[in-house]
């Protein structure tokens, strides 16, 4: 699909992809000449926390910054420039954060000196007096936690385009509409920490039994990289005897499965499909097809990827979990 797209945009997905640029290169060659390309992530090499032992601070949240590609938004311009986009431009947006427990049911703020001290990174007193001071910070009503969100736009040369010149003086909005696509800057920009530990979603995602072993917090940093979409009636999900590694939970609406051209099953609210596709991006078994408007969950392979590098103990807790769906299928087997 060469020069295919209007424009593309990536929302808090470069931070978790192996390879950034092969991604951004891709985005790339299937938008069309004067196509636009905007990428928004935050960058956590610009966090601070409001504690008094700053010392303590810098190196938890360096400890926190160099996991996975969570430096890599503000450096995202010259990423553009190199893919061959011209008229780049980026826009820092500042988050603050002032309520510490949803902050921790997030993104477990008072777990990061803990997983520093389980890696050898930080001593135990040190991991103890985070957690106090993050407490006492609460206590005190005066937590403040911040990073920033980098907003990066470049255009993809058009066919007539004359050599790059001098920029014009008048500055250009970093979203702009280009045929039949408009991208919007959000008003303000709002930062998803994570779905919320009471929101519904989170048990619809625990009760996957690929997933009944994980514990809360995992469960919530599973939602984060799931991305919540709408899809039209007659959409197809998956097609029979393809490829593929996209898991999805069905949120509202109806999805009809189909085996060799015959309707089987249909999915509602609460049902998923493809988890298994997620381990060995294998053959799909059936064709899923959006019966009528459908809202979805969707979870990809890199997503998940992330998810087993960013938390360790979840590939045992999976891995448990399909040995035991292999014993309840050969219930005579010897261990």
């Given at each position: 699909?060469?020069?295919?797209?209007?424009?593309?945009?990536?929302?808090?997905?470069?931070?978790?992809?192996?390879?950034?640029?092969?991604?951004?290169?891709?985005?790339v060659r299937v938008v069309r000449p004067g196509g636009t390309v905007v990428?928004?992530?935050?960058?956590?090499?610009?966090?601070?926390?409001?504690?008094?032992?700053?010392?303590?601070?810098?190196?938890?949240l360096a400890f926190r910054a160099g996991v996975g590609h969570w430096r890599l938004a503000h450096q995202m311009r010259r990423l553009y420039v190199e893919a061959g986009l011209g008229e780049t431009e980026a826009e820092c947006v500042p988050i603050v954060?002032?309520?510490?427990?949803?902050?921790?049911?997030?993104?477990?703020?008072?777990?990061?000196?803990?997983?520093?001290?389980?890696?050898?990174?930080?001593?135990?007193?040190?991991?103890?007096?985070?957690?106090?001071?993050?407490?006492?910070?609460?206590?005190?009503?005066?937590?403040l936690y911040s990073f920033s969100i980098f907003i990066t736009r470049g255009r993809k040369p058009g066919l007539l385009d004359r050599p790059p010149g001098p920029r014009s003086a008048r500055p250009r909005p970093l979203f702009a509409t280009n045929e039949s696509i408009t991208f919007r800057p959000p008003l303000p920009y709002r930062y998803h920490l994570a779905v919320p530990s009471t929101d519904p979603k989170l048990d619809l995602i625990a009760a996957v039994p690929l997933f009944s072993g994980l514990n809360r917090r995992e469960v919530e940093f599973l939602g984060k990289l799931m991305d919540e979409v709408d899809v039209s009636d007659g959409k197809v999900l998956t097609r029979e005897g393809a490829t593929g590694g996209e898991f999805f939970i069905v949120l509202e609406?109806?999805?009809?499965?189909?085996?060799?051209?015959?309707?089987?099953?249909?999915?509602?609210?609460?049902?998923?499909?493809?988890?298994?596709?997620?381990?060995?991006?294998?053959r799909r078994t059936a064709t899923a097809i959006a019966d009528g408007p459908v809202r979805l969950m969707v979870l990809t392979t890199s997503g998940f990827a992330s998810m087993l590098s960013q938390n360790p103990g979840v590939e045992s807790k999976i891995l448990r979990v399909l040995a035991q769906r292999v014993r309840?299928?050969?219930?005579?087997a010897p261990d």
């Open positions: 699909m060469l020069d295919t797209f209007d424009g593309a945009r990536a929302d808090r997905t470069f931070q978790h992809l192996v390879d950034p640029v092969a991604a951004l290169t891709e985005l990428a928004a992530d935050p960058d956590y090499a610009t966090q601070v926390v409001n504690i008094p032992d700053q010392e303590l601070a810098d190196r938890v954060l002032q309520e510490p427990t949803a902050l921790d049911n997030a993104l477990g703020l008072r777990s990061w000196a803990g997983l520093a001290y389980d890696q050898g990174l930080l001593a135990a007193h040190d991991a103890a007096a985070w957690e106090a001071a993050i407490d006492e910070a609460a206590g005190g009503g005066w937590f609406g109806t999805v009809r499965i189909e085996r060799s051209g015959r309707e089987v099953n249909r999915l509602g609210e609460g049902d998923f499909l493809g988890e298994i596709a997620l381990i060995d991006q294998g309840d299928l050969q219930p005579t």
